[in-house]
Every structure is written in structure tokens, then in C-alpha cells.
């Protein structure tokens, strides 16, 4: 038994608002049905996201009945689930018409019985749920559930002889690993299956359950920069990492191996430098390095402000499409030195000439100097025998010393 494994093909999705990015998109699953059609595969399954968004325009729409009538065509039947993106709120959805034109065969549950030469329906609860059929072999899957649904349909996701699981979810343990996204299950939550047929995830990634697969082939064409075919860092030096692949999976008994496909190069370029001038020396440096059909996202951090236009255009000249991002870095501003004799007063300065010499003797004195310095209380005393009048006048005068000493205070903690 040999099978095709797509997900997440986005047919229409027009990217940074191109329209010929939709072409694009489109003729990488054309050739990644080319290919599995050329692997003689017995069957095909679509899981999730055959379209960017769930009403389809006609171009779109035509260029999936294109795709999938070759596989019709050479005798291979399609089991397909919605992805999030391919959902609607109305009871029908662009897949039902496919369905209709006997392209491809919609698993997961449904209102009414659904029965056919490669599907079957089995009655849970007060609905059906839809399977494939190949052989010995049934293919179960239904459409992107919230994670609290899943927990009310996944135990209806059963199966008695072999199996392969269809859905459309990130699984907790491999989107943990180094993928920044939310997930919706975990592993222990999913039923028994010979293979793990997945998608949602973009780029290609495996995991072994005991000797099972759990497969996400990643989408069959660049949908970010995270997917891109190559990363450039320029900081203090260039520094140049291989990117993602894309394509699809052939599944032989339940083993997958993954196919390359060709498609357009994106690249994430990262630029960092102090100077303006260096940006754009450094930026036509990484521009000669890369082919002229690509698409280029790049990231820009200078301290100076750039020409964003001039970089722009500098791109456009190379490259058929280009995204500039532009962020100024933080400078930290650093206050001029302030000598010692324009910070403190004479009072100060010799408390500081004490302090420096350290020891437990000068430590003494410097607490002396402070109270014979500030000596409120004691000359309070002194006066009590004068007049309540002069007394509130002596007290109020070291009131506006208390004053002035806080403010010397905070003065000195500024200057430390």
C-alpha cells in the first residue's frame, strides 16, 4: 500500500497582496500531484487547508478541480478533511462541491449517511461519521475542532483493524520542540492509528510513536518568512543557514518519506549596523549572493535612520518582490562627566575625603563630622531658655537645612 500525504496547499492565498504569489501556490501542487501520480500511489489524502480561505474565488477554485481531476483521471481516489481555513459557517463548503464533482471524498461526521466505492459510514451518537475505505485499511479524520471539542470527538475516532488518523491539529510534542505556536492536543489523547496523517503545522516534521509515525509533510509552498529557503544574519560578520524545504509525503506501508518539491525562493535577511552607509554595503553584499526570482523579507536594525525607499528600490532592481522592515535601535544617551568640586559643597567634600581613607577610625570621625554638622536637636536645647519666639525662629531655620540636606541627598545618589 502506497499513499500521497498533502496538507496545508492554501490554493489562492495572493501573499504580501501579489497575485501572481496565488499562481504560485497553485503550480506547486500541481507538481506535487504530478509527482505522486508518477509514484503510482494508491490513494491521497488532503489533510487540511486545500485553500487560503473557505469561499474560494472561480480562478481558485479552478485550479483545484485542474489538480485533482489528474489524480481522478489515473484511477486514484482522495480523502480529504477542512483545515481552519477551509471551514464555514454554512452547512456546505467548497469541499462538498468537489465532492459532488466525484473529485475528493469529505471524512469526519455528518449529518446523513454517506456511502460510496471508497467511503463508509458508521453511526455514532446522532451522527455519522464518514471513513474512508482502502482495502483492509479505513481512513478516519474530521475537520479542525476547537481543543475543546476534540475532547468530545476524539474517542469517537476509533478503529478495529488498521488505520490512519486524518486531522487537522498541533500536537503538543512537536510544536514544543522549536515551533512558537499554541497547540490543541497532547499525544496521549489520540486513539490507536497505524499512521498519524497531520496537518496545520507548515513545516515538514516527524515524530515516532513506538514504531507509528506521526507526520506533518508541511505546506507544499513558502507561506512566511519562518518557512524561508534561506536565512541570512548580517551583524559583524555574514553568516548564511540552509532553510526549510517544501513538499508532500509518499507513506509505503506506513513509512513516510518525504518528496521536494520545486518552489519560488523566499529569504529572511537580517541586517545589524551602526551606520547607514554600512547597511546598504552589507545589503548589496547579500543581494549578489541570491537568485534574481526570488522574494526577499528583510529586517533591518541601524542606529542611524535609513532610506527605506533606496533599500526598496535597491531590491526591486535585483529581485521580483521585496518586504523592507525597519527598526532604530535604543542609544543610550550618557551625561558628561561632572568633576567632584562643581557637585559638592565644602561640607561634603570633606566627608568624602574621610570615607575614602576608610578604616574603623575615620569611619568614627566621619559620623562625628555628620552629627556636628547637623546637630538639630542640640542647639534646639541650647536655645530653650529664649524666647518661644526665638525658638520657632531657630527651628524653622534647621527645618530649611533638613530640606536642603534631602535634596543633597538625592543630588549625591544622581552623581553616584
Not at 486514484?76 to 475528493?104: C, Q, T
Not at 513509512?255 to 547607514?276: G, H, N, Q
Not at 581613607?357 to 536645647?381: P, Q, W
Not at 527651628?395 to 552623581?415: A, W
Given at each position: 500500500?502506497k499513499?500521497?500525504?498533502?496538507?496545508?496547499?492554501?490554493?489562492?492565498?495572493?501573499?504580501?497582496n501579489?497575485?501572481?504569489?496565488?499562481?504560485?501556490?497553485?503550480n506547486?501542487?500541481k507538481?506535487?500531484?504530478?509527482?505522486?501520480?508518477?509514484?503510482?500511489?494508491?490513494?491521497?489524502?488532503?489533510?487540511g487547508?486545500?485553500?487560503?480561505?473557505?469561499?474560494?474565488?472561480?480562478?481558485?477554485?479552478?485550479?483545484?478541480?485542474?489538480?485533482?481531476?489528474?489524480?481522478?483521471?489515473?484511477?486514484?481516489?482522495?480523502?480529504?478533511?477542512?483545515?481552519?481555513?477551509?471551514?464555514?459557517?454554512?452547512?456546505?463548503s467548497?469541499?462538498n462541491?468537489?465532492?459532488?464533482?466525484?473529485?475528493?471524498?469529505?471524512?469526519?461526521?455528518?449529518?446523513?449517511r454517506?456511502?460510496?466505492?471508497?467511503?463508509?459510514?458508521?453511526?455514532?451518537?446522532?451522527?455519522?461519521?464518514?471513513?474512508?475505505?482502502?482495502?483492509?485499511?479505513?481512513?478516519?479524520?474530521?475537520?479542525?475542532?476547537?481543543?475543546?471539542?476534540?475532547?468530545?470527538?476524539?474517542?469517537?475516532?476509533?478503529?478495529?483493524?488498521?488505520?490512519?488518523?486524518?486531522?487537522?491539529?498541533?500536537?503538543?510534542?512537536?510544536?514544543?520542540?522549536?515551533?512558537?505556536?499554541?497547540?490543541?492536543?497532547t499525544?496521549?489523547?489520540?486513539?490507536?492509528?497505524?499512521?498519524?496523517?497531520?496537518?496545520?503545522?507548515?513545516?515538514?516534521?516527524?515524530?515516532?510513536?513506538?514504531e507509528?509515525?506521526?507526520?506533518?509533510?508541511?505546506?507544499?509552498?513558502?507561506?512566511?518568512?519562518?518557512?524561508?529557503?534561506?536565512?541570512?544574519?548580517?551583524?559583524?560578520?555574514?553568516?548564511?543557514?540552509?532553510?526549510?524545504?517544501?513538499?508532500?509525503?509518499?507513506?509505503?506501508?506506513?513509512?513516510?518519506?518525504?518528496?521536494?518539491?520545486?518552489?519560488?525562493?523566499?529569504y529572511?535577511?537580517?541586517?545589524?549596523?551602526?551606520?547607514?552607509?554600512?547597511?546598504?554595503k552589507?545589503f548589496?553584499?547579500?543581494?549578489?549572493?541570491?537568485?534574481?526570482?526570488?522574494?526577499?523579507?528583510?529586517?533591518?536594525?541601524?542606529?542611524?535612520?535609513?532610506?527605506?525607499?533606496?533599500?526598496?528600490?535597491?531590491?526591486?532592481?535585483?529581485?521580483?518582490?521585496?518586504?523592507?522592515?525597519?527598526?532604530?535601535r535604543?542609544?543610550?544617551?550618557?551625561?558628561?562627566?561632572?568633576?567632584?568640586?562643581?557637585?559638592?559643597?565644602?561640607?561634603?567634600?570633606?566627608?568624602?575625603?574621610?570615607?575614602?581613607?576608610?578604616?574603623?577610625?575615620?569611619?568614627?570621625?566621619?559620623?562625628?563630622?555628620?552629627?556636628?554638622?547637623?546637630?538639630?536637636?542640640?542647639?534646639?536645647?541650647?536655645?530653650?531658655?529664649?524666647?518661644?519666639?526665638?525658638?520657632?525662629?531657630?527651628?524653622?531655620?534647621?527645618?530649611?537645612?533638613?530640606?536642603?540636606?534631602?535634596?543633597?541627598?538625592?543630588t549625591?545618589?544622581?552623581?553616584?
Amino acid at each position: 500500500m502506497k499513499f500521497a500525504h498533502f496538507a496545508d496547499v492554501h490554493l489562492g492565498y495572493e501573499q504580501y497582496n501579489l497575485p501572481w504569489r496565488a499562481e504560485d501556490f497553485a503550480n506547486a501542487f500541481k507538481n506535487a500531484v504530478k509527482i505522486a501520480i508518477s509514484e503510482k500511489v494508491d490513494f491521497a489524502i488532503i489533510a487540511g487547508d486545500l485553500f487560503h480561505r473557505s469561499v474560494p474565488n472561480p480562478k481558485t477554485l479552478n485550479d483545484a478541480i485542474e489538480a485533482l481531476s489528474a489524480l481522478k483521471e489515473n484511477e486514484i481516489p482522495v480523502f480529504a478533511i477542512e483545515g481552519n481555513h477551509d471551514k464555514s459557517i454554512r452547512e456546505m463548503s467548497a469541499y462538498n462541491l468537489l465532492e459532488n464533482l466525484g473529485l475528493l471524498n469529505v471524512l469526519g461526521l455528518r449529518k446523513e449517511r454517506i456511502e460510496g466505492d471508497n467511503v463508509t459510514s458508521v453511526r455514532v451518537e446522532n451522527v455519522y461519521l464518514v471513513k474512508g475505505v482502502y482495502k483492509d485499511v479505513e481512513i478516519i479524520g474530521d475537520k479542525h475542532r476547537t481543543r475543546w471539542q476534540l475532547e468530545k470527538v476524539l474517542p469517537l475516532m476509533k478503529s478495529d483493524g488498521k488505520s490512519i488518523l486524518v486531522l487537522h491539529q498541533a500536537v503538543k510534542e512537536v510544536v514544543d520542540v522549536d515551533l512558537e505556536m499554541g497547540w490543541d492536543l497532547t499525544i496521549d489523547q489520540l486513539p490507536e492509528a497505524d499512521y498519524y496523517a497531520f496537518g496545520h503545522v507548515h513545516l515538514h516534521r516527524e515524530k515516532k510513536i513506538g514504531e507509528r509515525y506521526l507526520v506533518y509533510p508541511g505546506s507544499t509552498e513558502r507561506y512566511d518568512s519562518r518557512e524561508a529557503s534561506s536565512f541570512f544574519f548580517y551583524g559583524e560578520k555574514l553568516e548564511k543557514r540552509e532553510g526549510e524545504r517544501k513538499g508532500f509525503c509518499i507513506v509505503e506501508n506506513f513509512k513516510p518519506r518525504f518528496v521536494e518539491i520545486e518552489t519560488r525562493d523566499l529569504y529572511a535577511i537580517s541586517i545589524d549596523s551602526e551606520k547607514k552607509v554600512e547597511v546598504e554595503k552589507k545589503f548589496l553584499e547579500v543581494l549578489h549572493m541570491i537568485k534574481s526570482s526570488a522574494i526577499a523579507v528583510v529586517k533591518i536594525i541601524c542606529s542611524e535612520t535609513i532610506d527605506s525607499k533606496k533599500i526598496l528600490e535597491m531590491a526591486l532592481n535585483r529581485l521580483k518582490h521585496a518586504e523592507i522592515n525597519f527598526k532604530r535601535r535604543e542609544v543610550e544617551t550618557i551625561s558628561k562627566f561632572v568633576s567632584e568640586n562643581e557637585f559638592f559643597n565644602e561640607f561634603e567634600m570633606k566627608l568624602l575625603e574621610i570615607l575614602r581613607e576608610g578604616g574603623d577610625v575615620n569611619i568614627k570621625s566621619a559620623i562625628e563630622l555628620v552629627k556636628e554638622h547637623f546637630s538639630i536637636e542640640s542647639e534646639a536645647k541650647a536655645v530653650e531658655a529664649k524666647t518661644i519666639e526665638g525658638k520657632e525662629e531657630l527651628v524653622q531655620e534647621r527645618r530649611e537645612e533638613r530640606k536642603e540636606v534631602k535634596k543633597r541627598v538625592k543630588t549625591l545618589l544622581d552623581f553616584v
